[in-house]
C-alpha cells in the first residue's frame, strides 16, 4: 500500500473543491501530522475528523525527541515551517509519498529523495481510479483554478483540455 503524508495545502484545496470525501476513497493509506491539522483553518476542515475518527487519515502526533529532530530540520531549511518539515519528517520516517503544493517543500522532499506530488496528481488519480468522471474534474479544477492561483497555469490547461475530449 502507498503511503501519503498530506501537507495543508493540499487538503485546503480539496476542501474547497469539495473533493475530500471522493480523496479519501482512493486507493492509498493517508496521514496528516497534528502541526499540519493545526494549520488547516478552512470553515468545513471539520470535515477531515470525521477521516480521523475512521481511520482512513490517519494523524500522527510526535514525542519529543521526534518534535527535536522536526526543529533540527527547521534549523536546516529555513525557508520551511514548522508543520512543513513534520510532513519531510514523517515522510522520511514512514517512506511515504508526500502531498504539497509548497514550492519550495517540494524541492527540498525532491533533495531527500522523497517522492511528492501536487494538486494536480490528485485529480489525475481521481480521473484514473474512476471516482469522478472527466466532465466533473473539468468542472472542479476550473472552480480550484480560481481559487488557488498558485496552480500551475500550464499543467491545468492540459488537463482541462484533454479531459473535455473525455480521455
Known amino acids: 500500500m502507498i503511503l501519503l503524508v498530506n501537507d ?12 475530500v470525501e ?18 488547516i483553518l478552512e470553515e468545513n476542515a471539520d470535515r477531515l475528523e470525521t ?8 494523524k500522527k502526533t510526535f514525542d519529543f525527541e521526534e518534535l527535536s529532530e522536526i526543529q533540527l530540520l527547521e534549523v536546516q531549511h529555513k ?7 513534520s510532513c519531510l519528517h514523517l515522510s522520511k520516517k514512514l ?14 522532499a525532491k533533495q531527500n529523495k522523497i517522492p511528492v506530488h501536487g494538486a494536480l496528481w490528485v485529480f489525475d488519480e481521481l480521473v484514473k481510479q ?31 483540455k484533454k479531459w473535455k475530449k473525455g480521455t
Open 130 to 160: 474512476d471516482l469522478i468522471s472527466c466532465q466533473a474534474a473539468v468542472e472542479k479544477l476550473s472552480y480550484l483554478m480560481t481559487v488557488n492561483v498558485r496552480l500551475p497555469e500550464t499543467e491545468c490547461q492540459k488537463r482541462l
Open 51 to 58: 477521516f480521523v475518527q475512521n481511520g482512513r487519515l490517519i
Open 22 to 39: 471522493l480523496f479519501f476513497q482512493m486507493e492509498y493509506e493517508f496521514y496528516i501530522t497534528d502541526l499540519v491539522a493545526n494549520e
Open 79 to 85: 525557508v520551511l515551517s514548522i508543520p512543513d518539515c
Open 95 to 108: 517512506s511515504a509519498t508526500m502531498l504539497t503544493g509548497d514550492a519550495a517543500l517540494r524541492r527540498i
Open 8 to 19: 495543508a495545502n493540499i487538503l485546503i484545496d480539496l476542501l474547497k473543491a469539495d473533493l
